[in-house]
């Protein structure tokens, strides 16, 4: 019975690889064309958007899971308390203060975020559609603008590891030296070599669980139905052999096919984030430029009224020259 445990154990979990990775890789390719430039949007409607998920959307979901966890406690709570049932008692606290604990530890960190430009601008698309609505109106203008870089360069260095695994936290010095190498200017996305795999599992190592778990999982069970050879018939476990090996090769193919879809979207997501970084860039220095242009609208403004006195002193200079000039004709005329 143990050693049948140690082959139904490790067959099943390279199922289980072929399962996850043959429907994430079918997903992946199926949903390739799904990534492409967003439609462009005013940058008050994202903020719209952003707040209704914020203060609307979350807090529901976060108060029907919070009831629905303390009705499960309350029932263990009454159960306890009417049959004197001491674990279901502890089970129903345990609930509640778990409950309590962790929907206020998640409610205080997803209500800190901000929801200005700044906060919410973080991809190019975003950045873009929040430089456009720059026009230099509000004195801090300038000040986002210059948050608006910061938030974009931030993006480009993140730009390629950011494709490979959209949850990059780092530049990948790897990322970089790839997507060069393998997109260059005007490739498409279908021309991706296997170059990409190196930088993918560096960037997201956990990839790497497949195959070791279907080599793994291979290796104990054929070493557990070598125990069999004894007992059982030797056609049993030769055709029980063949069907781990099968199993196995199979599991190695879905685990390809996820590694191939995965630098498929990875170059697709690359090529429409560089897009949206250009496009980005053009918003940021129009932006510039409209700043620029209200900023010496406005010191021409502030400057008008010393303008007008200066002309009106030199016009009534000029009048009082003219005066005197006139007068002083007149008298040598009439002398």
């Given at each position: 019975?143990?050693?049948?445990?140690?082959?139904?154990?490790?067959?099943?979990?390279?199922?289980?690889?072929?399962?996850?990775?043959?429907?994430?890789?079918?997903?992946?390719l199926a949903t390739l064309y799904t990534i492409r430039l967003p439609r462009r949007v005013p940058f008050p409607t994202i903020r719209r958007r952003a707040l209704s998920v914020r203060d609307i959307i979350v807090p529901g979901i976060l108060a029907l899971l919070t009831g629905v966890l303390?009705?499960?406690?309350?029932?263990?709570?009454?159960?306890?308390?009417?049959?004197?049932?001491?674990?279901?008692?502890?089970?129903?606290?345990?609930?509640?203060?778990?409950?309590?604990?962790?929907?206020?530890?998640?409610?205080?960190?997803?209500?800190?975020?901000?929801?200005?430009?700044?906060?919410?601008?973080?991809?190019?698309?975003?950045?873009?559609?929040?430089?456009?609505?720059?026009?230099?109106?509000?004195?801090?203008?300038?000040?986002?603008?210059?948050?608006?870089?910061?938030?974009?360069?931030?993006?480009?260095?993140?730009?390629?590891?950011?494709?490979?695994?959209?949850?990059?936290?780092?530049?990948?010095?790897?990322?970089?030296?790839?997507?060069?190498?393998?997109?260059?200017?005007?490739?498409?996305?279908?021309?991706?070599?296997?170059?990409?795999?190196?930088?993918?599992?560096?960037?997201?190592?956990?990839?790497?669980?497949?195959?070791?778990?279907?080599?793994?999982?291979?290796?104990?069970?054929?070493?557990?139905?070598?125990?069999?050879?004894?007992?059982?018939?030797?056609?049993?476990?030769?055709?029980?052999?063949?069907?781990?090996?099968?199993?196995?090769?199979?599991?190695?193919?879905?685990?390809?096919?996820?590694?191939?879809?995965?630098?498929?979207?990875?170059?697709?997501?690359?090529?429409?984030?560089?897009?949206?970084?250009?496009?980005?860039?053009?918003?940021?220095?129009?932006?510039?430029?409209?700043?620029?242009?209200?900023?010496?609208?406005?010191?021409?403004?502030?400057?008008?009224?010393?303008?007008?006195?200066?002309?009106?002193?030199?016009?009534?200079?000029?009048?009082?020259?003219?005066?005197?000039?006139?007068?002083?004709?007149?008298?040598?005329?009439?002398?």
């Amino acid at each position: 019975m143990t050693s049948d445990i140690w082959i139904i154990l490790p067959v099943a979990l390279i199922g289980l690889t072929v399962l996850c990775c043959g429907v994430a890789g079918i997903v992946d390719l199926a949903t390739l064309y799904t990534i492409r430039l967003p439609r462009r949007v005013p940058f008050p409607t994202i903020r719209r958007r952003a707040l209704s998920v914020r203060d609307i959307i979350v807090p529901g979901i976060l108060a029907l899971l919070t009831g629905v966890l303390i009705s499960l406690a309350g029932a263990f709570l009454f159960d306890g308390l009417n049959h004197g049932t001491a674990g279901a008692f502890g089970t129903g606290v345990l609930i509640f203060a778990g409950v309590n604990v962790v929907f206020a530890i998640v409610g205080t960190v997803w209500f800190r975020g901000g929801m200005e430009i700044g906060d919410l601008a973080k991809d190019p698309f975003t950045v873009a559609a929040a430089a456009r609505s720059l026009h230099g109106a509000s004195p801090d203008d300038a000040d986002t603008l210059r948050t608006l870089r910061r938030n974009h360069e931030e993006w480009k260095d993140r730009q390629s590891a950011l494709a490979l695994s959209p949850g990059a936290k780092r530049p990948s010095a790897a990322a970089d030296a790839a997507m060069t190498r393998v997109l260059p200017s005007g490739r498409r996305p279908q021309q991706t070599r296997w170059s990409l795999l190196g930088a993918l599992l560096r960037t997201r190592p956990l990839l790497m669980s497949g195959p070791i778990i279907v080599a793994a999982g291979t290796v104990i069970a054929l070493s557990a139905v070598s125990e069999h050879t004894i007992s059982a018939d030797a056609v049993e476990v030769a055709a029980l052999r063949t069907t781990i090996i099968m199993l196995s090769a199979i599991a190695l193919l879905s685990v390809a096919l996820f590694w191939w879809s995965e630098i498929v979207c990875s170059a697709r997501r690359y090529r429409i984030s560089r897009a949206g970084s250009a496009a980005a860039d053009i918003a940021l220095a129009a932006a510039r430029s409209r700043i620029s242009a209200a900023r010496d609208h406005d010191r021409a403004m502030d400057a008008l009224p010393g303008r007008i006195d200066r002309w009106g002193a030199a016009a009534v200079a000029v009048a009082v020259t003219s005066a005197v000039s006139l007068g002083v004709a007149m008298r040598i005329g009439r002398g």
